[in-house]
């Protein structure tokens, strides 16, 4: 996405500022609305309307009095509308990401990832909203054809979920490029810690490591680039404060690759226990559509901003794993999540 216009200072402010996170109710969106009420922002946050009114992680958050929530659906236009009506700068995460469930659903996920992001583009446009930030994913890129992967890499879509993103970032691109929408685009790598679903491999390690004799995953050479959702959350945040980041994709990773197989093992040092490792098929990608190794070069985000990675994966695997020990009973242990 070329092209930078001048609509922030690089002194950004946050406080009183007035926020919307899309997805809130989620893993990465619920530490993400929580760090902007830190920084004092009026935060309203959108989720998916249920007739229970779920608040996803939110419920329990402890800046839960601080933050407006709104339900909707992110499919349907003229809820998008209300949610962005007023405010400043915009955060939008709401997507369908499990990568084996778009394997039997894919037309959810082009109305949900692809007119979703549509819905909150032109919103957005039609609202005069100053800043947006939209959500990317590093399996947008496939199969590295070279590591670390740069915002450079070809896009290849070896699932139904990676193409119905990379449909988004296209959208996103032409947004920017036809109406100088002022929006960029931040491409985080594997993100985990607290809150994470045991459709992600670390949270399934851990908890069948926890309660079971055996542990039973897919691919166990693939390798990724793990990152703390602290990280994360704090790359977003950095994205949106500078000025010449508009109309510019940034990866959000570590830069550095770790196999599952060896996830597995520092994982189980940590818990102090050693279990057997399974390989069973039904966990396993269809193979041309297996992602094999991913790895981030993060070197504009670094370039054009003050973020870096502050937590090692030690670290983080270390919280992580204090998480889902007080929260076990959250997770249905041993059943295959998509």
Known sequence: MPGDEATLTNS???KNRRV?????????????????????????????????????????????????????????????LQAVKDVDVIFHLAALIGIPYSYHSP???????????????EAARQQGTERIVCTSTSEVY???VYVPIDENHPLQGQSPYSATKIGADKIVESYHLSFGLPVSLAR???????????RAVIPTIITQALAQTSVKLGNLSAT??????????????????????????????????????NLTKMIFDLIGEDRP?????LRLRPEASEVDRL??????????????????LREGLIQTIDWITQNLNEYAIGSYSI
């Open 12 to 14: 950004f402010a946050w």
């Open 20 to 80: 919307l996170v899309t997805g809130a109710g989620g893993f990465i969106g619920s530490h993400l609305a929580e760090r902007i009420v830190q920084l004092g922002a009026q935060t309203r946050c959108f989720l998916r309307y249920t007739s229970q009114g779920s608040l996803g992680w939110l419920s329990a958050s402890p800046v839960r009095s601080e933050l407006e929530i709104i339900h909707g659906d992110i499919r349907d236009y003229e809820s998008v």
């Open 107 to 121: 037309r959810s996920y082009v109305h949900t990832n692809i007119g979703g992001t549509l819905n909150i583009l």
């Open 142 to 144: 496939g199969s590295a």
């Open 188 to 198: 985080p790598f594997n993100t985990y810690g607290p809150r994470q679903s045991s």
């Open 224 to 261: 990724r680039d793990f990152n703390f959702v602290s990280d994360t959350v704090e790359g977003f945040i950095a994205v949106a404060e500078m000025a010449d980041t508009i109309g510019k994709t940034f990866n959000v990773g570590s830069g550095t690759e770790t196999s599952i197989l």
């Open 277 to 281: 490792v399974e390989v069973e098929e």
């Open 295 to 312: 790895c981030a070069n993060s070197d504009r985000l670094h370039k054009m901003t003050t973020w870096r990675p502050r937590v090692s």
